[in-house]
Each structure stands twice: as structure tokens, then as C-alpha cells.
């Protein structure tokens, strides 16, 4: 916003703009008198290592919005149409996106949880509710199947498994032991799913019914956004990551989702989490949860 302000002094007054912008008067001289140490174009060359540095840094497929907020983070004042500007300048932009499709065997007797979850996608408490659904990845002339669990609290993914076959001990039973390993659960939780066969299977019921802490919730039939976060999810990783690539073994496969799945629960800023990673709000939420305690 300060470069804004710079910009435009010489059309508004800068004690406006800072109003506007609700900016401190002081803090836009001070930057100013820091910035004059160098030149213009030395500035800018600043600026775009920068850019270019959290580009890199988060796979290339950030947009202007998101490494705008990633240099706010990193304490330096910049608008998001510069930004803008200085990465077309550069040549680069996030990485093209493709269409992908995943489908769900719905076709069954198996029994069918109401809709529970309702939506309510957030939770302010880590193990109360997750959300489950599995999806298609091409490897060499076959599919393999990856299921995701996340928690919604903080939208980390607490469990997946990769599989060549969609059968329940290899899909959405192995996810879920990946995510007791990973995290606990709390009285009340609810794992959120829709109703293909895998998650209404008896294998996979019984796994809930005997967690005393748990029950399950299903999207009604033909919904996808009952589902929305971990429709989303798959749509992150497919356009962000495995469309990007050809893999000939199961290995590279597993290693690819293993190394995205690291860096989007670490590293990776989510709008919906206010421009935070998983990580962070975890620590956050824990961290209440102890002055709740004390």
C-alpha cells in the first residue's frame, strides 16, 4: 500500500491516502525515507527476487493474491496489482490448471447416514469432525485411487492412503488408520463422507461403531458441495501438483502426493484458514485450548 501511496502523491494528498488506507502518516514517511536509500529500479530488482523466491518456494502455483500475502507476512509492504504488474514483467504466473473428474459406486443397499455435518465445515475444535472421499490418478495406462481424511478444524490432511484397487480395506479403512495414528478423536466427532460403497460398507462401519466417540454423515444423494472441502482438496492437488506430471510406477506416484501433502499442511496459506497454513492454526487452536484449560 505504501508503493501505492508513493505512486499517487503527486495526484492526492498523502495525508488522504493514508486515511483512506488507514495507514499511520509516520509509517509511509518512514518507508519512504528507508526506500530512498536506493534507487527505483533497484528496489524493484528487490522486489522481484522476492516474488520470485515465494513463487518458487510454494511449487510455482501461487497466484499475485497469495504471494501479496506472503510478503505482508514477511514484513514488506507491497499492493497486490504490483505485485501483479512486476510478475508479468517477469514472465511468470501460476500454473495452468486442468479438468479432472472423480466418480463414487453409489450403487448399493448398503445403509445410509443422514447428512449429520450439515455443512458445518468449521469446527473450533482439532478431532471433531473430518472429512473423507476418494478420487482417480493416472499411472501409465491405469488408475490408482488416493483417499484423503481431513480434519476441518484446521484443514490438515490427517490420513490418506494410495491404492491400485478401490476395495475398502485398501481405500478408506487404511486413510483411516493412517488418522488415529496421526490425531485423537473427541466425543461427538462425526467423519464426514459421501455414500459411495467403501465408507457405507460393514468392514468400515463396524471400525466406526466400535470407536464409542464416533458416528458418520453422509452427503445427500447427487451433492457434491455437501462435501466441499474435500471436493476442493482433490481439486488443490490435481490442478497445483499430479496434473503437472506422468507417472510410469506406483513409487513416484506415492512419492509425489507424500512430498504435496507435506508442504500443503505446512507451508501452504489457505483463504479459508485467514491466510494461514494448517500448521499455524493447529498451533493457534492448541494454544487456546490450554488458556482454556489454565
Known amino acids: 500500500m505504501y508503493d501505492f501511496i508513493e505512486s499517487h502523491r503527486h495526484l492526492f ?33 528487490i522486489l522481484k527476487r522476492k516474488i520470485k523466491t515465494v ?21 514488506v509492504p507491497i499492493s497486490r496489482s504490483y505485485v501483479g504488474r512486476l510478475m508479468k514483467e517477469m514472465g511468470i504466473r501460476s500454473r495452468t490448471r486442468k479438468k479432472f473428474i472423480a466418480t463414487t459406486d453409489s450403487s448399493h443397499e448398503n445403509p445410509i447416514a443422514d447428512n ?8 473450533s ?23 484423503i481424511i481431513l480434519d476441518l478444524a484446521d484443514r490438515a490432511v490427517v490420513g490418506w492412503s494410495l491404492s491400485t484397487d478401490l476395495t475398502a480395506e485398501h481405500t478408506v479403512v487404511a486413510a483411516w488408520a ?29 471400525i466406526i461403531f ?24 482433490f481439486k488443490s492437488i490435481k490442478y497445483e501438483e499430479l496434473n503437472h506430471h506422468t507417472f510410469n510406477t506406483y513409487g513416484q506416484l506415492q512419492d ?13 496459506i489457505h483463504s479459508s484458514l485467514d491466510y494461514k497454513t494448517p500448521l499455524e492454526t493447529e498451533i493457534e487452536i492448541r494454544n487456546q485450548n490450554r488458556k482454556w484449560a489454565a
Open 13 to 45: 494528498p498523502v495525508e488522504k491516502m493514508c486515511k483512506v488506507l488507514k495507514v499511520s502518516r509516520n509509517a509511509y514517511y518512514y518507508w519512504r525515507r528507508r526506500s530512498s536509500a536506493t534507487t527505483p529500479e533497484s528496489r524493484k530488482q
Open 116 to 123: 449429520v455435518l450439515d455443512r458445518d465445515f468449521n469446527p
Open 125 to 147: 475444535q482439532l478431532g471433531k469432525a473430518w472429512v473423507s472421499d476418494i478420487t482417480y490418478v493416472r499411472l501409465k495406462d491405469h488408475w490408482a485411487y488416493l483417499t
Open 256 to 268: 509425489c502426493v507424500k512430498q504435496y501433502i507435506q508442504w500443503y499442511n505446512t507451508k501452504r
Open 210 to 233: 466400535h470407536n464409542k466417540h464416533a458416528s458418520q454423515s453422509m452427503s445427500r444423494k447427487g451433492n457434491c458441495w455437501d462435501n466441499a472441502v474435500a471436493e476442493s482438496f
Open 55 to 75: 513463487f518458487d518456494e510454494n511449487r510455482q502455483i501461487y497466484g499475485s493474491y497469495k504471494i501479496t500475502k506472503e510478503l505482508h507476512k514477511m514484513g
Open 178 to 206: 493412517d488418522a488415529r495414528r496421526n490425531r485423537s478423536i473427541r466425543p461427538g466427532f462425526l467423519l464426514h463422507s459421501d455414500r459411495g460403497v467403501q465408507y457405507t460398507c460393514t468392514r468400515f462401519a463396524d
